[in-house]
């Protein structure tokens, strides 16, 4: 049985770490969040410590070094984006393993200097990545591999998540926390393209404000067109009133089916990691360096042919 830390416990994602940490039959030792709202902890592991303070937090878990029995082996973060980097050295150099939700962090300078820490700590850390996980995205992965034709996949991206207006008020709706809805929603889609077609080769930005963009991938296997928002008022007519997401990718036209199948990724992931088998900093790589081109990128539009149809009444 292990023994892990959560930081961010309060989080939405937060939940499906504490069932993973559950499921595998290992110890959730303490949590930390600066609010409070954390009573789903009494439904999957009510004897763990809880501290809103960083300071009180991270000088418990040192104490908890004292003993062989009790000392930490990972560190769980579900924190805001904008905290990813802190809140992984802080549990490198507690001399934890940590497991980081996504995006790992933003920006590829920020990914080489965790690599400097886990050479100064001897840890290691791990991002979940969950759709490599999926048995659709598997199934598509090694059909893709198994076709002798060299021409590209032509393939269609569109996630639709509406949020709320309380969205812009939090954390995920400013910026510099988030780095944007590219980044906040959509950056482990841009890892399963990688994982499914290969290197990317260009990046091109259409369309982008603060609560939709859209642009064109290419890989080494496939075109894409890729089209995420926030904005409810993007729902298909099909779906609108029905329900608040729209999630549809195609490749040659057919659609892939995976809208199920979501609920135990995180736990496989746990099961994965634990078996040393998980997703480290350069398996993040190519999405960090993906996400970040994407927020840098200036508006360029090739050919109309690129264009997501969502998209082309924006631009």
Request: net charge negative; glycine share 6%.
């Given at each position: 049985?292990?023994?892990?830390?959560?930081?961010?416990?309060?989080?939405?994602?937060?939940?499906?770490?504490?069932?993973?940490?559950?499921?595998?039959?290992?110890?959730?030792?303490?949590?930390?969040?600066?609010?409070?709202?954390?009573?789903?902890?009494?439904?999957?592991?009510?004897?763990?410590?809880?501290?809103?303070?960083?300071?009180?937090?991270?000088?418990?878990?040192?104490?908890?070094?004292?003993?062989?029995?009790?000392?930490?082996?990972?560190?769980?973060?579900?924190?805001?984006?904008?905290?990813?980097?802190?809140?992984?050295?802080?549990?490198?150099?507690?001399?934890?393993?940590?497991?980081?939700?996504?995006?790992?962090?933003?920006?590829?300078?920020?990914?080489?200097?965790?690599?400097?820490?886990?050479?100064?700590?001897?840890?290691?850390?791990?991002?979940?990545?969950?759709?490599?996980?999926?048995?659709?995205?598997?199934?598509?992965?090694?059909?893709?591999?198994?076709?002798?034709?060299?021409?590209?996949?032509?393939?269609?991206?569109?996630?639709?998540?509406?949020?709320?207006?309380?969205?812009?008020?939090?954390?995920?709706?400013?910026?510099?926390?988030s780095f944007g809805v590219a980044t906040n929603i959509g950056v482990h889609f841009f890892d399963m393209l990688?994982?499914?077609?290969?290197?990317?080769?260009?990046?091109?930005?259409?369309?982008?404000?603060?609560?939709?963009?859209?642009?064109?991938?290419?890989?080494?296997?496939?075109?894409?067109?890729w089209f995420l928002s926030i904005d409810a008022s993007d729902?298909?007519?099909?779906?609108?009133?029905?329900?608040?997401?729209?999630?549809?990718?195609?490749?040659?036209?057919?659609?892939?089916?995976?809208?199920?199948?979501?609920?135990?990724?995180?736990?496989?992931?746990?099961?994965?990691?634990?078996?040393?088998?998980?997703?480290?900093?350069?398996?993040?790589?190519?999405?960090?360096?993906?996400?970040?081109?994407?927020?840098?990128?200036?508006?360029?539009?090739?050919?109309?042919?690129?264009?997501?149809?969502?998209?082309?009444?924006?631009?």
């Amino acid at each position: 049985m292990k023994n892990f830390a959560l930081i961010g416990a309060s989080g939405y994602i937060a939940p499906r770490h504490m069932k993973a940490i559950k499921e595998t039959e290992n110890h959730l030792s303490v949590c930390f969040d600066i609010n409070d709202s954390v009573g789903i902890i009494d439904s999957i592991s009510p004897q763990s410590e809880m501290f809103t303070e960083f300071e009180r937090f991270y000088d418990f878990a040192h104490t908890l070094k004292r003993d062989a029995n009790t000392q930490l082996d990972y560190v769980s973060v579900c924190s805001p984006n904008y905290l990813h980097h802190s809140h992984i050295t802080a549990g490198l150099r507690l001399g934890c393993d940590v497991i980081c939700e996504k995006p790992l962090v933003p920006t590829v300078e920020q990914l080489d200097d965790l690599a400097l820490v886990e050479k100064e700590t001897g840890r290691k850390v791990y991002n979940i990545l969950q759709l490599r996980h999926h048995q659709a995205i598997l199934d598509l992965k090694e059909q893709v591999a198994k076709a002798s034709s060299d021409e590209k996949h032509e393939v269609e991206l569109t996630y639709i998540t509406s949020r709320g207006k309380w969205y812009m008020e939090s954390w995920k709706g400013d910026p510099r926390k988030s780095f944007g809805v590219a980044t906040n929603i959509g950056v482990h889609f841009f890892d399963m393209l990688h994982f499914i077609f290969g290197d990317l080769q260009r990046n091109d930005l259409h369309f982008m404000n603060e609560d939709k963009a859209s642009g064109y991938l290419e890989y080494e296997k496939a075109r894409v067109r890729w089209f995420l928002s926030i904005d409810a008022s993007d729902l298909p007519d099909s779906v609108k009133g029905k329900q608040p997401t729209f999630r549809s990718i195609t490749c040659d036209g057919n659609e892939l089916e995976f809208s199920g199948g979501f609920t135990d990724l995180h736990t496989v992931s746990y099961q994965e990691i634990l078996a040393g088998r998980g997703y480290g900093i350069e398996d993040a790589r190519h999405c960090v360096q993906t996400v970040e081109g994407i927020r840098k990128g200036k508006v360029h539009i090739e050919s109309e042919a690129e264009v997501h149809p969502f998209a082309k009444e924006l631009i």
